[in-house]
């Protein structure tokens, strides 16, 4: 739909918002989803690190092109999955990594995730393609736990301090320059 963006929506309509409303972002910004929110927070990040001073995800979507999810959906909206290599982390971290901006990437994946089991999430090869060019991340495994909101409710707090410490060393950053 020409009226249905989310890219757009999150690297422009909604910072912009926020910036002129609330005075936040301007200098520095951070980015994380779940699921598939989560595979467009680390492919966002991964496309333009210059705009975001961290990033992390829950459960994203790491390798869409190598999994059915991927392959029906790129097939389906762009017309083939060749078409969604640019859509796709761990072919961005390979061919663009590692980005200076970011000294690590966390992601928080639940070993009970039927999605993670149906192999629809692939961390592991984002892992691989993160240490293969050299970028910090930083993959926690949590048995017991699956693809929920409990999930996510249960180590938000983790993403939020990782983001704010990071925030907070970027404007540090930019005050003594």
């Avoid at 926020?18 to 005075?23: C, D, I, Q, V």
């Avoid at 869409?64 to 389906?76: S, V």
């Avoid at 961005?92 to 995730?113: H, K, R, S, V, W």
Wanted: hydrophobic content about 35%; overall charge negative.
């Amino acid at each position: 739909s020409e009226h249905y963006n989310m890219y757009s929506y999150i690297t422009k309509e909604l910072p912009s918002v926020l910036e002129e409303s609330y005075g936040v972002g301007v200098d520095a910004k951070s980015i994380f989803g779940h699921s598939m929110g989560g595979h467009g927070a680390l492919t966002i990040a991964m496309k333009d690190p210059s705009s975001w001073t961290s990033v992390s995800a829950f459960s994203p979507i790491c390798n869409p092109t190598k999994c059915a999810w991927g392959e029906k959906a790129f097939t389906n909206y762009l017309g083939s999955v060749a078409a969604g290599k640019d859509c796709d982390a761990t072919l961005l971290m390979e061919t663009n990594g590692p980005f200076a901006e970011y000294d690590d990437i966390l992601i928080d994946q639940g070993l009970g995730d039927e999605f993670l089991a149906d192999g629809q999430l692939r961390p592991e090869a984002l892992e691989a393609a993160a240490d293969q060019v050299g970028q910090g991340l930083t993959v926690r495994r949590h048995s017991d736990f699956d693809h929920s909101y409990y999930f996510i409710s249960s180590f938000m707090d983790d993403h939020i301090a990782f983001h704010a410490k990071r925030l907070k060393n970027k404007q540090g950053m930019q005050r003594a320059s």
